[in-house]
Every structure is written in C-alpha cells, then in structure tokens.
C-alpha cells in the first residue's frame, strides 16, 4: 500500500517502488491474469480487449470514486445505487434525442449527482453521525428514486453515445481505444487531483488524523464534502457506462447492492485502507478490472457459473481479509 508524502522532498525510488510495492503487485497480478486467460482460449485478440475493458467501465469508476471517500476516511454504500439513478436518468432522457442533447443530458447528470452525493458528505461532516448509517439510508433513497423514473427496464441512448464508451454504436465488438480512453481520463484527473493538489492532500490528511488535520489548518469538512461529490460523480459515469454497454436502464436494487460491494472489494484489492488516509487510486483500476476477469476466467477452465459465483466470493473475501491484515502489521510496525 502506498502513502502521500505532506513534504516538499520527494521519496528515493527505492521507497517509491516499496510504498508503491500493492499497486505493482496489483498491476502484475492483472497482466498474469491476461496471459493466462489469452491461452484459456481459441483465439485472443481486439474483441476481447474491448470486451474486457468496457465491461470494467462500471466498476473502475465505482471503484475510483469509492476509493476517494474511504482516503478521506468515510465509506459510501450509496455509490451502487447512485450508479442506478444515473443510469435510469440517462436511459429515460437520452432515449430518441439528437448527440447534442444526449451530451447536455449526461453533464446534467454528473454534475446533479456530484452534488446531490456532496450535500449527503456535508449533512455528515454537520451531523457526525457515522458515514455508513447516511448512506445506507441514502442508498433506499436513491434506489427509491431509480424505480419511481423507471419502473421497469428499458429506455435507451444515441449509438454516438455508446460508440463514446464501447468503441461501437450497437456496443458489440469496436475499437480498443475509446473504452480505455473513456476509463484513463478520469481516472488520471482524481489521481492528480489526490497528489498533486492541497485538497488531495486533505483528503489523505482527513483520513489519517482528522483532529491532527484540523489543527494544522486544513478544511476537514470541506474535504469531507469534496470527496463525497467526487464519488457522486464517478458514480454518474458509472451510470452512464451501464447505459452505453447495455443500451438500456436498469432499476434493479440488487444491481445497485453488488455494484456497491463491488466497489469496495475493488478498493482494498487495490491496496487503499479501509481506516483512511493511505493508499493509490491507480491500484483499484487493475483490481477492478481483476474482479471483472474472474467471471470469463472461471468459465473458460469449464467452471459452471453457480460454483464460479461461489469461488469468486471467496477471493473476494480472502483478498478483502489479506488486506485488513496488512493494514494491521503497517499499523503495528509504525
């Protein structure tokens, strides 16, 4: 796992490459995977790649946006069901309008679900009751909202739309390069944001000290604020990636539950910690693209999908337990 560093003096590579020793494990772990799955089948070439990283779209901003809220030393188990309001807003008003107003409408909502997620970040920064009591309630809420816009799944979007996500305007095959251009743009601007800004580092100060942050002069509540709305806003990208890769909305709350389970399991594969204030958002892109793989994978060694489900919750749970006794020992040896 790694930390930030509240210096002006930058680590020796040495103790770069160890305090970044999770996020190159993570990364190597995902290209094995990918080594291994190309030999599982007949033939590996664009359509998987495509196939591999859209499908991961949902969860690497899920993920990201997760991971910026639990720096900040808060949990969020709304984000799944924010990603279904974003998703039913945009596959009810996107449906059958022209590309521009399609874009004006997927702003809309990022910037509506940035907000709306900022001000439950100030209601318990205001409130101090405890990040998961808000959010719980929030994630009925939210879910709530989803099925009273969309009662059943359908509605749709432009192929322009879904070309932006896809790399195709049907969502079926298509070129490599927008999936993964559509995941590193945003992933690359809250990694920034989070390293190289004095708001990132409140975020990582909040969440490793708060009182120690506040009276060193920094804004807690605000990074509280900021990091919920960040999150509101992945979740919205999120939302509108299941609506491009589907071509449709889906209200199902247990799609909203997974999607949140998902998430966390995807931050502390990619090495943030669970207490706040320590880890690297570029670690939960390969972690969440690693929990995309497991369904294929187990597939193509000829697992059914029932036991395939089984096994892949128990990764998740020992990944998920591997990582709280590393954030244990790291606390022990300081």
Known sequence: MTVVTLSGRGPSWGRALLRNSWVLGVWLLLAVLLFWYSTLIPRFGQFQVVSISKNSLPLVYLGVGQAIIVIAGGIDLSLGALLLLGNVLAARFMEGQPMGVVLAVGLAIVVGLAVLNGFTGYIISVSRVPDIVVTLATSYIWSGLALWILPSPGG??????????????????????????????????????SR???????????????????????????????????????????????????????????????????????????????????????GVVAAATILIMLNPILSAVGIDPNSAQVIQGVLIAGVMMVGGLVTILRERAT
Do not use: E, Q
């Not at 192929?159 to 992933?187: C, D, E, K, N, W």
């Open 156 to 193: 749709g979007t432009a192929p322009g739309f879904r070309f932006l996500f896809t790399g195709s305007p049907s969502g079926i095959g298509g070129v490599f390069y927008m999936p993964l251009l559509m995941m590193a743009i945003p992933v690359l601007g809250v990694f920034l944001l």
């Open 196 to 282: 190289r800004t004095r708001l990132g580092l409140s975020l990582y100060a909040a969440g490793s000290d708060a009182n120690a942050a506040r009276l060193a002069g920094l804004d807690v509540r605000r990074a509280k604020i900021a990091s919920y709305a960040i999150g509101g806003a992945l979740a919205a990208l999120a939302g509108l990636a299941t609506v491009a890769i589907t071509g449709t909305g889906d209200p199902r709350f247990s799609v909203g539950a997974n999607a949140t389970l998902n998430s966390v399991a995807a931050v502390v594969l990619g090495g943030i910690a669970l207490t706040g204030g320590v880890g690297n958002v570029l």
